[in-house]
């Protein structure tokens, strides 16, 4: 994924991350190494499962 080699050309600052409870069955990962990161900010949609995280990225 685009963002692992952002991350680690450290050209990212923050990450915004929609996440669902929903179970695909396969272990999908969205790192492919460790990410040095600082929840920010979560938020719940009205009438949704769904969350948004802000991360911010440590240096």
Request: hydrophobic letters at 50%; a negative charge.
């Amino acid at each position: 994924m685009l963002w692992n080699a952002l991350l680690a050309d450290g050209l990212v600052d923050e990450l915004h991350l929609m996440v669902s409870p929903t179970t695909l069955g396969a272990e999908i990962r969205a790192f492919t190494a460790a990410a040095n990161l600082r929840l920010f900010e979560c938020r719940r949609f009205d009438d949704s499962a769904n969350l948004q995280l802000r991360d911010i990225v440590r240096r």
